[in-house]
């Protein structure tokens, strides 16, 4: 793929490079594959523009600057935005209701990451993400960081669900790198954590947030990725006011506040809330914008919230009251 973002078609290895340099000096977003960026970019500097600041100019098109690295998807997070591509949780729970067949793997994890460094050349790397599942369940970095010849430039960086707190020998190997950025997956606190992250616990994350702010290096530093749909959009100034409260600003990255994708997406509201929003936030407001950006019908939203709430006996009314009578 031309990069992480793109759905497809897949291209060949080697016609990779040649086939970027076309989309870049296109017409902007010209490409459908494209939109996903197009639509973050509205609201804040996406993914793609994170790069700017990561990976220097010159460096030769046989040497890599960023790498994230997707080799283990063992989670124990069902979340609602998720589902079996990126959730071994999400797959044995859809095998219980016969909508999915776990396959076996062929090759082992340290076999697949051994691969990715046999074929790239990280020299110059200076980030390195591990994304999951839960990277904090998986060995995945452990076998990839050995392979880091300049880890005093290097950063590492890890997108967690918050709900497993990382090893001593794990945090002790951080020591070495440039800096570390914990990149946490919280979509809201209290009981509406609980619901949209299921089965994963508050109290839980809460206190491996508290207890990893406490007990690590200035080199640590730290993120939130905050996923927003029709059920949680309401409740972002609740959610603003745990992080100013919760993390030092001098280690403190920021909040990158973007919609869902597919069913859960933000763009599935109803106009009672899309008014409301309004009303709240006010009409300059990135939320009140995001809302704005092609509405569409939500039977499917609906369908899907109706299905797991009878598979998990949730209610959504009851972790998000505020809003019961505003979906339509």
Same mark, same amino acid.
């Given at each position: 793929?031309?990069?992480?973002?793109w759905?497809?078609?897949?291209?060949?290895?080697?016609? @990779?490079?040649?086939?970027?340099? +076309? #989309?870049?000096?296109?017409?902007?977003?010209?490409?459908?594959?494209?939109?996903?960026?197009?639509?973050e970019?509205?609201? %804040?500097?996406?993914?793609?523009?994170?790069?700017?600041?990561?990976?220097?100019?010159?460096?030769?098109?046989?040497?890599?600057?960023?790498?994230?690295?997707?080799?283990? @998807?063992?989670?124990?997070?069902?979340?609602? @935005?998720?589902?079996?591509?990126?959730s071994?949780?999400w /797959?044995?729970?859809?095998?219980?209701?016969?909508?999915? /067949?776990?396959?076996?793997?062929?090759?082992?994890?340290? !076999?697949?990451?051994?691969k990715?460094?046999?074929?790239?050349?990280?020299?110059e790397?200076?980030?390195? /993400?591990?994304?999951?599942?839960?990277?904090?369940?998986s060995?995945v970095?452990?076998?990839?960081?050995?392979?880091?010849?300049?880890?005093? *430039?290097?950063e @590492?960086?890890?997108?967690?669900?918050?709900?497993?707190?990382?090893q001593?020998?794990?945090? !002790?190997?951080?020591e070495?790198?440039?800096? $570390?950025?914990?990149?946490?997956s #919280?979509?809201?606190?209290?009981?509406r954590?609980?619901?949209?992250r299921?089965?994963?616990?508050?109290?839980? $994350?809460?206190?491996?947030?508290?207890?990893? #702010?406490?007990?690590?290096?200035?080199?640590?530093?730290?993120h939130i990725?905050?996923?927003?749909?029709?059920?949680?959009?309401?409740?972002?100034?609740?959610?603003?006011?745990?992080?100013?409260?919760?993390?030092?600003?001098?280690?403190?990255?920021? +909040?990158?506040?973007?919609?869902?994708?597919?069913v859960?997406?933000?763009?599935?509201?109803?106009?009672?809330?899309?008014?409301? #929003? %309004?009303? $709240?936030?006010?009409?300059?407001?990135?939320?009140?914008?995001?809302?704005?950006?092609?509405?569409?019908?939500?039977?499917?939203?609906? %369908?899907?919230?109706?299905?797991?709430?009878?598979?998990?006996? /949730?209610r959504? *009314?009851?972790?998000f009251?505020?809003?019961?009578?505003?979906?339509?």
């Open positions: 793929m031309p990069c992480c973002y759905d497809g078609p897949a291209i060949d290895f080697a016609e @990779i490079l040649s086939h970027r340099k +076309v #989309i870049n000096i296109s017409t902007p977003w010209a490409h459908q594959e494209c939109q996903k960026c197009r639509r970019e509205q609201y %804040k500097p996406g993914y793609r523009r994170a790069g700017l600041n990561v990976i220097p100019d010159g460096i030769p098109d046989s040497k890599i600057a960023w790498l994230d690295i997707q080799a283990d @998807i063992t989670c124990n997070g069902g979340c609602l @935005i998720c589902g079996p591509w990126n071994s949780y /797959q044995s729970e859809l095998a219980r209701y016969g909508e999915f /067949q776990v396959s076996k793997t062929v090759n082992t994890l340290k !076999q697949n990451v051994e990715i460094f046999d074929t790239l050349d990280v020299s790397l200076k980030l390195i /993400q591990f994304l999951g599942g839960e990277p904090f369940l060995d970095d452990k076998f990839a960081l050995p392979y880091i010849k300049n880890p005093e *430039q290097c @590492i960086k890890y997108t967690t669900n918050g709900s497993v707190y990382p001593a020998d794990r945090i !002790q190997r951080w070495d790198f440039k800096s $570390v950025l914990i990149n946490f #919280i979509d809201g606190i209290g009981e954590f609980e619901y949209l299921y089965p994963l616990k508050w109290n839980k $994350v809460h206190d491996n947030v508290r207890r990893l #702010i406490d007990n690590t290096g200035d080199n640590v530093r730290f990725n905050h996923t927003l749909t029709p059920l949680n959009i309401f409740y972002y100034n609740e959610f603003e006011q745990w992080v100013d409260k919760t993390f030092p600003k001098n280690r403190f990255v920021g +909040v990158h506040a973007h919609s869902a994708y597919g859960m997406s933000v763009s599935s509201s109803g106009a009672k809330l899309r008014e409301k #929003i %309004k009303q $709240v936030y006010g009409a300059e407001h990135n939320l009140t914008k995001m809302l704005e950006d092609n509405p569409r019908t939500n039977n499917e939203f609906w %369908k899907y919230i109706a299905t797991w709430d009878r598979r998990r006996s /949730q959504w *009314q009851l972790a009251p505020d809003i019961a009578g505003d979906m339509t």
